[in-house]
């Protein structure tokens, strides 16, 4: 696949050795409405960071721009210091991603589905690397069994094991939770606290962002209102801040429409939502 | 192997598997195709010098509209379970997503029309079952597949798209359906295989064009 030379040198304003992502004033509209306005985000190498927010905040956009399926309308991102926007496929191998679709054939078998997708990646020694996964994510016994016959928590394992194949140096997870029971979020809690890779969740849960994330951001109306570590921040404080920085943001105006005229949008700082609200409580 | 045809092998491979359990496609356009032949036989009551006219359009016909219901499935089922996503996802050239659905209609058509043109030889008294009818047959199911699959990856988000794949290529395929059956009247008139003969150029051509189009065009159909 043929790319630019200038593709694979940082093009990112900052160190790309330290930051895998560095989001600049995203911006997404799906038609005339607004899922992300002006959104900035940074996770260094080996950060865990929770995005949590209302419904309709712009997680899971946030999630598909940094996952390169869909394209920012706005703004900037850049991937271990490559430009994401211009140069997706530059940047896709690097990625494993756990969304609320599993991207798993019903019809094939669990191994049938792994050793598909470690193809695409161009995983080495395939064989053993899809029995090693299987296993891993305690489905052993399950491995010629179509992924259609099991059920949504064990779908879900399996597409956590299809994230992790090709060994991805940035994961990203929207609502992973989703059917796995105690044991399996007890193995998604190891992959995340574990692996020594960069993760970005988006959840609803805040006590799950607060035990598994370096820092919890908060999105609200398209806009990243809040961020704060989690290092000694109690669930009431978090809740705390989660309640006042949400309720702040809908008391912003509403700009959820285009632009008649094809204005520019206004900046984040421009408004009262997209100030960082500063809290004294709760944050280290 | 380089990993460009690896990838392209697996995605073969993998709609070779998913057709030979969910038996959708090549079970259904057989099915369609032997129905129309039965329907062509009670509504046009045809007399043998008239079959032997009407054969190459009756023939084209059925077999451009078993195309279509077969690329309406190629990227359905990807689109509705969410593993377009998928390869969306995956660091492999968009091209290698396109040519593998062009082979694996291809390959499926094939497989109908090995039943549908003894069938239609049969039915209508016609010589079908030469070399230069057979070729002349991959190259327009070639062309066909080409068109259409850039076609339906652009239908499959719609929500009428079972309406909306015909209407946007059936026009581009005017052109090659003229050729086609220009070509399998020629030879069923007994005419040698001029392989410079102008409705195998333009066969060839149109194949040529619609993969080369398809193939610049088809990542910036899927990006988005």
């Not at chain 1, 956009?61 to 211009?86: E, H, Q, Y």
């Not at chain 1, 209102?225 to 109690?234: D, K, M, Q, Y």
């Not at chain 2, 010589?127 to 002349?136: E, K, R, S, Y």
Request: with cysteine; net charge neutral; proline share 5%.
């Amino acid at each position: 696949m043929w790319q630019p030379a200038s593709a694979l040198h940082s093009e990112s304003p900052s160190d790309s050795q330290r930051r895998v992502v560095e989001a600049q004033g995203l911006v997404k509209f799906y038609g005339a409405t607004a899922a992300l306005r002006g959104c900035d985000l940074t996770v260094a190498a080996g950060e865990r960071v929770a995005l949590v927010g209302p419904n309709g905040a712009g997680k899971t956009t946030l999630l598909k721009l940094l996952a390169t399926l869909v394209r920012p309308s706005a703004g900037r991102l850049w991937l271990f210091g490559v430009d994401a926007v211009r140069y997706p496929a530059v940047v896709r191998r690097r990625l494993g991603v756990v969304a609320h679709d599993t991207y798993l054939y019903r019809d094939l078998t669990v191994a049938e589905n792994l050793a598909l997708y470690g193809r695409l990646y161009g995983v080495a020694d395939l064989r053993r690397r899809v029995a090693e996964s299987v296993a891993w994510v305690g489905l052993a016994g399950q491995a010629d069994r179509r992924v259609g016959a099991l059920s949504r928590g064990q779908q879900q394992r399996v597409a956590l094991a299809r994230a992790l194949l090709h060994a991805p140096a940035l994961l990203l997870l929207d609502e992973p939770d989703a059917g796995l029971d105690e044991a399996g979020q007890a193995l998604l809690a190891a992959v995340v606290r574990e692996a020594a890779i960069s993760v970005v969740l988006a959840t609803h849960a805040l006590e799950r962002a607060l035990a598994l994330a370096d820092r919890v951001v908060v999105l609200a109306a398209g806009r990243v209102v809040h961020e704060v570590a989690t290092a000694g921040l109690t669930s009431e404080a978090l809740r705390a801040i989660y309640r006042t920085v949400t309720n702040a943001a809908k008391q912003g105006p509403d700009e959820g429409s285009r632009p008649a005229g094809g204005a520019a949008l206004p900046s984040p700082a421009d408004t009262p939502v997209g100030q960082p609200v500063s809290l004294g409580s709760g944050e280290k | 192997m380089s990993l460009y045809f690896r990838q392209l092998a697996a995605l073969v491979l993998k709609d070779l598997r998913l057709e030979l359990r969910r038996r959708e496609t090549v079970a259904g356009v057989l099915v369609f195709v032997l129905l129309v032949l039965v329907l062509f036989q009670f509504a046009l009551d045809l007399e043998r010098a008239e079959a032997a006219r009407l054969t190459p359009g009756l023939l084209w016909i059925t077999l451009l509209f078993a195309g279509l219901l077969a690329l309406g499935r190629a990227f359905a089922a990807e689109y509705d379970q969410g593993t377009l996503d998928g390869l969306r996802l995956a660091p492999v050239d968009r091209s290698t997503i396109y040519l593998s659905k062009v082979i694996a209609t291809v390959l499926f058509l094939s497989l109908v029309e090995l039943v549908a043109l003894p069938a239609f030889a049969a039915a209508l008294d016609a010589p079908l079952l030469t070399p230069g009818v057979l070729v002349t047959v991959f190259l327009g199911t070639l062309g066909l597949a080409a068109a259409g699959t850039l076609f339906a990856a652009a239908a499959v988000q719609a929500r009428a798209r079972d309406v909306l794949l015909p209407l946007l290529v059936l026009p581009l395929l005017a052109p090659l359906l003229i050729a086609a059956v220009h070509a399998t009247a020629d030879l069923m008139a007994g005419a040698a295989v001029p392989w410079s003969a102008p409705w195998w150029e333009l066969l060839v051509g149109l194949c040529v064009l619609f993969l080369g189009a398809a193939v610049l065009l088809f990542d910036a159909l899927l990006e988005e």
